[in-house]
């Protein structure tokens, strides 16, 4: 009897210490640490959407907008946006001429613009607001231009022929309104560059915050932050 009774005894000191050891290894897995994003600088980005009348916005539209814009306040706010600008510089010729004072001409020591003065610039307003100007597209005009904005004035217009539902729109918004709000901050495409590189990533700040961005989404999504 004393054996059975040692038996059950040990066997019951097994299970718990079994039950312990499973307990202890979800708890570690609950616990294990997660890729978070890190702040630099917290910056709200909203817009106003301004359609015309004979436009007609995809189903589920403000669902849409409003995740990108969460989105991109969330980008724009991260270190890894402030990083990745940090390690990049641009044509001389990028900012707008203008005497407006809405944006600092900010240079490194090549006499380049500073990716990190773009980033200052980019960021400068905490809570940037922005009329999202949106017109049909016409018969004619360039279909690969997707919308255009003017440096020092809070307005975007894009053209609504690729305002479409599929191929990730939320994403899309994010990386137009990036690009489109850089020229906002004083940025231009820069015409002096050599051909090869016009309209890309290169020397364009404009370009580069798009590229940076778009970047920023790819890896987020990999790790399940967005």
């Not at 294990?32 to 630099?40: F, S």
Request: glycine fraction near 8%.
């Amino acid at each position: 009897m004393m054996k059975f009774t040692n038996y059950l005894g040990l066997k019951s000191a097994l299970i718990f210490t079994l039950l312990g050891l499973f307990t202890l290894s979800f708890k570690q897995k609950e616990e294990k640490p997660v890729d978070k994003i890190k702040i630099a600088k917290q910056v709200k980005f909203s817009v106003k959407v301004n359609a015309a009348d004979n436009v007609i916005l995809p189903e589920g539209f403000a669902d849409t907008l409003k995740k990108a814009e969460d989105i991109l306040s969330k980008i724009l706010s991260s270190e890894d946006f402030k990083q990745a600008l940090a390690k990049r510089s641009f044509a001389d010729s990028a900012f707008s001429k203008t005497k407006k004072t809405c944006f600092e001409r900010i240079y490194d020591e090549d006499g380049r613009v500073s990716g990190k003065g773009v980033y200052e610039n980019v960021t400068r307003n905490p809570n940037i607001e922005i009329e999202w100007v949106i017109k049909k597209y016409k018969d004619g005009e360039k279909t690969s231009v997707m919308g255009f904005a003017t440096f020092c004035v809070d307005k975007i217009t894009s053209h609504d022929y690729w305002i479409k539902n599929g191929q990730h729109l939320s994403l899309r918004f994010v990386r137009h309104l990036a690009h489109e709000y850089t020229h906002v901050c004083g940025y231009k495409h820069d015409k002096l560059l050599p051909k090869e590189h016009k309209f890309k990533k290169g020397d364009d700040p404009a370009m580069g915050v798009g590229g940076i961005v778009g970047d920023i989404m790819l890896d987020w999504s990999k790790k399940g932050l967005i």
